[in-house]
């Protein structure tokens, strides 16, 4: 059987690349120093579960080059890895699953269940993903509301990705606070089983630092 790929989401963390809001209130250098604790944590939890055999790991960076981008997951332990691209969120989640499912295809290797993340998130554990991977057995789409109105992570069944989808990816106004209801509309309209699990804060903003205190 083949695993699934869990695919991490996350900026360069370098001032001015990352966290634009936080950083208009403490400042460029501390946001990117928060933002590279926050993509550690969220690459040492993905480790953990590839190391236990549960899933496959690919990082997707904006800020940085191909070869940049390579040589940082491969500093990381990560052999899978691109850049984000241009355009808006939602152009960037699919394209990530294009070139996954190309890569798949190439290999002549059989479809597989992907999911995708972010690095904003400060309470991420394992069990987290493990519960995403179990649900996407009775679902074609799971995904995790995020405080702000978004999500921190969606997944999708290899039934639904083979061949590409792309409706979850346009008619959304990513960046507010409809995200996540548009998603879901999207979804019953289609008639696609779907689950949501637990709720998560997004650390993007100064009004989210509590938490990570």
């Known amino acids: 059987m083949s695993k699934p790929l869990l695919i991490l989401m ?15 209130d ?4 501390k946001a990117a120093a928060i ?6 944590h969220t690459i040492v939890v993905a480790k953990s579960l590839h190391e236990q055999g549960y899933l496959e790991i690919q990082l ?11 040589r940082w997951a491969r500093s990381h332990g990560i052999s899978q890895s691109s850049c984000q691209g241009e355009g808006n969120l939602g152009l ?8 996954a499912q190309r890569e798949r295809r190439l290999n002549t290797q ?20 493990i519960f995403a991977i179990n649900s ?25 990705l083979y061949p590409a989808i792309s409706w979850p990816f346009t008619g959304i106004r990513w960046g507010s606070n409809s995200v996540l209801h548009e998603t879901i509309k999207k979804a019953q309209v289609k008639g696609v089983k779907y ?3 637990g709720t998560k804060s997004d650390l993007d903003q100064s009004s989210d630092l509590g938490f990570w205190c």
């Open 60 to 70: 997707a960076v904006e800020g940085i080059g191909n070869k940049k981008v390579s």
């Open 26 to 29: 403490i400042g460029a250098s």
């Open 136 to 160: 996407l057995a009775k679902n074609e789409i799971v995904i995790g509301p995020a405080e702000d109105g978004g999500y921190w992570l969606i997944g999708f069944s290899k039934k639904i």
């Open 195 to 197: 689950k949501l699990i």
């Open 92 to 99: 960037k989640m699919k394209r990530q699953l294009v070139l």
């Open 10 to 24: 996350t900026r360069w963390p370098a001032p001015k690349r990352c966290k634009k809001r936080l950083a208009e």
């Open 110 to 129: 059989r479809g597989r269940d992907i999911i995708l993340i972010g690095t904003d998130v400060a309470d991420l554990c394992e069990n987290d993903i």
């Open 35 to 40: 933002q590279q604790k926050l993509t550690f």
